[in-house]
Nanobody, 127 residues
Framework: QLQLVESGGRLVQAGDSLRLSCTAS????????MGWFRQAPGKGREFVAT????????VYADSVKGRFTISRDNDKKTSYLQMNSLGPEDTAQYYC????????????????????WGRGTQVTVSS
């Protein structure tokens, strides 16, 4: 069983950058595609970004494309979300998730496909 812990969330100003980390404990991190989702106050959880097991393919939500970058370090069992040009609309609880999948599978943007979830880290962007 995989356990995920997010970190790096905090209060920042519009235009700032922030890097979130998601560290896994448990075996076989390499067998999981990793995703980031977020939930703003009063809204449902939404897809942000995902990366395949080997890090060669990524998918982003249109709202973050060109500003956010997802990456992973399989040796460190960690996924990262680099967020640039943050705006108040990015204020949310950010969650990482792991999807047990085959190596050649395309990354999924559906939260239903993810098997394990972290508890989240809060990002607040002031205007």
């Amino acid at each position: 069983q995989l356990q995920l812990v997010e970190s790096g969330g905090r209060l920042v100003q519009a235009g700032d950058s922030l890097r979130l980390s998601c560290t896994a404990s448990g075996p076989s991190f390499f067998y999981y595609a990793m995703g980031w989702f977020r939930q703003a106050p009063g809204k449902g959880r939404e897809f942000v970004a995902t990366i395949t097991r080997n890090g060669r393919s990524t998918v982003y939500a249109d709202s973050v494309k060109g500003r956010f970058t997802i990456s992973r370090d399989n040796d460190k069992k960690t996924s990262y979300l680099q967020m640039n040009s943050l705006g108040p609309e990015d204020t949310a609880q950010y969650y990482c998730a792991a999807d047990r999948t085959i190596l050649t599978a395309p990354p999924s943007i559906s939260e239903a496909d993810y098997d394990y979830w972290g508890r989240g880290t809060q990002v607040t962007v002031s205007s």
